[in-house]
């Protein structure tokens, strides 16, 4: 147990390493971020003018800037959801930006604990160590926990709350099945981490309004599982339920005050064109310098899976693909490119992590596949931390078609040969020779995982 703190120690001497050398600014949506941090420990509010106008002439955090924020006569009200300025709030009343990027790097480092938690239950000890690393030691979680952007903290939670739930659903099997009852070392869950769940998944919203059908999806899944087989008795379990409702009712109370209506006021930013959607949709996944496939390739090692898993459980994995989508599909419809100057791929990590989960379940059958992809994975992001560790600012985007001069998490020498999704044409990328050959490895993966599956049964949920 005690390696899955390697991640977060090095996590953490990095986020010091980078402060002390200054490598890595205040940049993108972070300064708008910290400023609502300030509001709530000067003012306890979130009305930012004074805030914007303090700052211009104060220079602690940016200096002036264009506010991120809606200017009424009544406030200046925030453009980004407070969730994360929240959770930094108290750091940072004690050491500034240094209190901050160190609450994300904690917040972070659950995620390494939670994955061997989870695995270890799924598949051998030494595997589950393995799986852990090779999931960590990665750009995404060792570069991400520095970022102040709420996409990775919400990926730790979902990624927490979703294991929870494929524990619980394999419980509840373990009730419907006649005779099989459960085990002494898995009690059935207590109220109180119920309400921790319909809670944290509550809340999520805060982060980002976009969360809100993860939310949905959440709760959805909760109730299948609280149902025990073949009864409709309401338990405490249930009505603690009701909890899932104060994020979405305190978010909507607070928008209605400063916008007017309970949604806020970026509803417009989302895309109609179904190409631009899918050029975002692949490029999460397969593009150079965003896609997390390519940031983990790890990650890879869960499109068969998925499969495999689907053909044992349909229902189950027919959730977690919901899921799945709904934070993927989402970001795939923002106006912004890859949500514009923040680091790159931080749209893809809130759902990288899920895919541990038909890794996890499917791994004990592969283990010496599992094992040598694992490895494989170490060493790629070895070879990747060459590159970015001493400039990290190599892993903000570029936004230029000429493959030498945007942003790419290889030398311009290897880019040619990797697929690229950062066509403005909207319509070219799907001709791309490196993109094509990228979407076809995903449809090997698939079909190689529908061959593993045929002598798979259907097994409940």
Not at 7 to 13: D, K, R, S
Not at 59 to 86: K, N, R, T
Not at 273 to 300: M, T
Not at 325 to 332: D, G, H, Q, V, Y
Request: proline fraction near 7%; include cysteine.
């Amino acid at each position: 147990m005690l390696v899955t703190g390697l991640p977060a120690a090095i996590a953490c001497l990095l986020a010091v390493f980078w402060m002390r050398t200054a490598r890595i600014p205040v940049t993108g949506d972070e300064p708008h971020y910290l400023i609502m941090a300030v509001s709530l420990i000067e003012d306890g509010d979130l009305r930012l003018k004074n805030n914007y106008d303090i700052e211009c002439v104060a220079v602690e955090i940016y200096g002036c800037m264009e506010p991120h924020a809606f200017q009424f006569d009544h406030a200046w009200v925030p453009y980004h959801q407070a969730g994360l300025s929240f959770l930094i709030a108290p750091l940072y009343s004690i050491e500034r930006i240094a209190g901050a990027r160190l609450t994300t790097v904690a917040i972070a480092s659950l995620l390494p604990l939670l994955l061997m938690l989870w695995l270890q239950r799924h598949v051998a000890p030494h595997d589950a160590v393995l799986l852990t690393l090779a999931a960590c030691l990665s750009m995404p979680f060792l570069f991400g926990a520095f970022t102040l952007y709420p996409d990775l903290p919400a990926g730790v939670v979902i990624f927490g709350l979703t294991a929870w739930l494929i524990d619980g659903t394999r419980r509840r099997d373990q009730v419907a099945t006649a005779g099989s009852p459960l085990p002494p070392s898995e009690p059935s869950p207590s109220v109180l981490a119920w309400l921790t769940f319909w809670t944290a998944a509550g809340l999520l919203c805060w982060l980002n309004l976009k969360f809100i059908l993860a939310t949905a999806l959440l709760g959805l899944w909760g109730l299948i599982v609280l149902r025990s087989a073949g009864s409709s008795r309401w338990t405490p379990a249930h009505y603690v339920s009701i909890a899932v409702l104060i994020g979405p009712v305190t978010l909507a109370a607070f928008h209605y005050w400063g916008f007017g209506n309970i949604l806020g006021g970026r509803g417009a930013e989302l895309t109609t064109s179904p190409a631009r959607a899918l050029l975002f949709f692949f490029g999460l996944h397969l593009d150079q310098g965003q896609g997390l496939f390519v940031q983990n390739p790890l990650f890879l090692a869960g499109v068969p899976a998925l499969v495999i898993w689907a053909r044992r459980k349909p229902a189950l994995a027919l959730l977690w693909t919901m899921l799945y989508l709904s934070l993927i599909a989402t970001n795939s419809l923002q106006g912004g490119r890859y949500g514009g100057n923040g680091p790159a791929g931080r749209y893809g990590w809130t759902a990288a992590w899920l895919w541990m989960i038909p890794i996890g379940l499917t791994a004990a059958k592969y283990a010496p596949l599992v094992r040598r992809w694992a490895a494989v994975a170490i060493v790629y992001q070895a070879l990747l931390a060459l590159r970015w560790i001493p400039n990290p600012m190599t892993l903000y985007p570029v936004y230029e078609e000429q493959l030498g001069t945007r942003n790419s998490l290889f030398p311009v020498a290897l880019r040619g040969w990797m697929p690229s999704f950062y066509d403005w044409s909207y319509a070219s990328y799907l001709m791309y020779p490196p993109n094509v050959t990228g979407i076809a490895v995903i449809g090997l993966l698939l079909v190689i995982g529908w061959r593993q599956s045929r002598n798979v049964r259907p097994a409940g949920m």
